[in-house]
Structure formats: structure tokens, C-alpha cells
């Protein structure tokens, strides 16, 4: 059987087949180019993205502390402002109100379902006036037969009056150790900014409650203290 042979397609066919094939090569390459206006984009969204997920991250592992910072820094969240006399003087806003009324300064306590202390307030209430300090304690007795760690987290009541509440010595956020059976005093040395008696929206405002709540605690294997989360009882 014979077998017809193929024509051999001219010169100018193959050399057109191979400068398509360039254009080709050199679009595809054009198109991948990190100067492309396209690929630049993609990057740029990729990178955007990345530090997203980054960003969200560390913020999740600084929360606690930023929260705690911001709302002693604004009373947001009901929590006393972090006074800017404590390490300092603060002078110049201690400076009682003589024309205004007394606020009526009460106290509330309590602990965690787990927490086997007993934590109460040595005095129902105070009264002070705006720029006036005071004096408060707590009294804290571990009431079980070994050593527990308690961290308290405090607020106060209403809530707007957190802008104005400052706390120039408190033993919130911090390890409060007792031994068994031991019994300790804890000072809370605080005042209302003078500048409530001029706020118009405290007006109505004559009592305020500030409350505190121990939780039991302990370390972790990094060696971070941190509360036990338990409902309240």
C-alpha cells in the first residue's frame, strides 16, 4: 500500500507559527511582570489581607490590658478613672467644692461561686464632695485551709459617673495572696472630680455606688496570672 507523502508547508508558515507563539510568550510574561498594574493589585490585596489577620490576632492577645487601660483612662465600662495624682501630685484637682452638695458614697462587695472568702465593706457609705479624698476599706478573710490567690475587678454606679470617679489607691486588678484563715484590710483612697459639680447631667445624681468582685486565681504554665471564669453566686 502506498502512502501518499505530505507537502511540507512553506518557510514563511513556520516562522509566522513562531512569531505567534512569541507575542504569546511575551503577553503571558507581560501579564505575570511584577510592574503589571493588575499584579500589583493582587499584591497589594494579598499584603492588606496578611496584616489583617495579623493585626487581629495581636490585638486578641492584648485585649485584656488594653481594655483595662482604656477604661481607666475614660471610666468607660463603669470603671473609675486611673488618677493622674497617683505617683504625682495632682494638687490642682483636689480641691473640694464647698458650694455643692455632698454625694453619697456607698459600697458593695462580693465573690466569685468558687472563691471561699469572706469580703465585705468596713463602712456602709461616705459622703464627699466633688474635689474632696476619702478613705475606704475592705476587709478580706480566707475562710479555707490554704493559700489562695484573688484578683478583684471593680466598677461603678451610674455608669456616667466613671468619668468623674478617681481612684488614687485601690487594690483592683492586682494579687491580693491570703493564707489560710488570714484576714487583711485593703484602703481605697479615691475622689470625685471637681468638675462634677459643674456637669449639668450629674445634676440629679446623688448617690454613688462603687462595687468590687474577687475571683480566684492562679498562674498558668507561662507563669500569667489570670482569674478563674465562674458564674456568680
Given at each position: 500500500m502506498d502512502l501518499e507523502q505530505l507537502d511540507e508547508p512553506p518557510?514563511?508558515?513556520?516562522?509566522?507559527?513562531?512569531?505567534?507563539?512569541?507575542?504569546?510568550?511575551?503577553?503571558?510574561?507581560?501579564?505575570?511582570?511584577?510592574?503589571?498594574?493588575?499584579?500589583?493589585?493582587?499584591?497589594?490585596?494579598?499584603?492588606?489581607?496578611?496584616?489583617?489577620?495579623?493585626?487581629?490576632?495581636?490585638?486578641?492577645?492584648?485585649?485584656?490590658?488594653?481594655?483595662?487601660?482604656?477604661?481607666?483612662?475614660?471610666?468607660?465600662?463603669?470603671?473609675?478613672?486611673?488618677?493622674?495624682?497617683?505617683?504625682?501630685?495632682?494638687?490642682?484637682?483636689?480641691?473640694?467644692?464647698?458650694?455643692?452638695?455632698?454625694?453619697?458614697?456607698?459600697?458593695?462587695?462580693?465573690?466569685?461561686?468558687?472563691?471561699?472568702?469572706?469580703?465585705?465593706?468596713?463602712?456602709?457609705?461616705?459622703?464627699?464632695?466633688?474635689?474632696?479624698?476619702?478613705?475606704?476599706?475592705?476587709?478580706?478573710?480566707?475562710?479555707?485551709?490554704?493559700d489562695i490567690i484573688g484578683v478583684a475587678t471593680y466598677s461603678v454606679s451610674p455608669g456616667q459617673v466613671a468619668q468623674y470617679f478617681n481612684k488614687i489607691q485601690c487594690f483592683c486588678f492586682e494579687e491580693q495572696r491570703l493564707a489560710a484563715g488570714e484576714t487583711v484590710d485593703m484602703p481605697v483612697f479615691f475622689f470625685i472630680d471637681p468638675e462634677f459639680a459643674d456637669d449639668p447631667t450629674m445634676k440629679n445624681i446623688v448617690t454613688v455606688t462603687l462595687s468590687y468582685t474577687f475571683f480566684k486565681a492562679k498562674y498558668d504554665r507561662n507563669g500569667n496570672l489570670s482569674p478563674m471564669p465562674v458564674s456568680m453566686g
Open positions: 518557510a514563511s508558515s513556520h516562522s509566522g507559527a513562531a512569531a505567534q507563539l512569541l507575542q504569546v510568550q511575551e503577553s503571558d510574561n507581560d501579564v505575570r511582570s511584577p510592574l503589571n498594574p493588575k499584579v500589583i493589585a493582587d499584591n497589594l490585596g494579598r499584603y492588606y489581607t496578611l496584616s489583617m489577620i495579623i493585626g487581629t490576632v495581636a490585638v486578641a492577645y492584648a485585649s485584656v490590658p488594653m481594655y483595662k487601660m482604656i477604661c481607666q483612662q475614660t471610666g468607660w465600662g463603669g470603671q473609675p478613672i486611673k488618677s493622674s495624682g497617683h505617683g504625682g501630685s495632682g494638687s490642682g484637682r483636689l480641691q473640694p467644692v464647698s458650694g455643692a452638695p455632698r454625694i453619697r458614697i456607698t459600697f458593695n462587695s462580693s465573690v466569685s461561686d468558687v472563691m471561699p472568702w469572706k469580703f465585705t465593706p468596713q463602712q456602709r457609705e461616705v459622703r464627699v464632695l466633688p474635689g474632696e479624698t476619702a478613705l475606704a476599706f475592705y476587709t478580706a478573710t480566707n475562710k479555707s485551709d490554704e
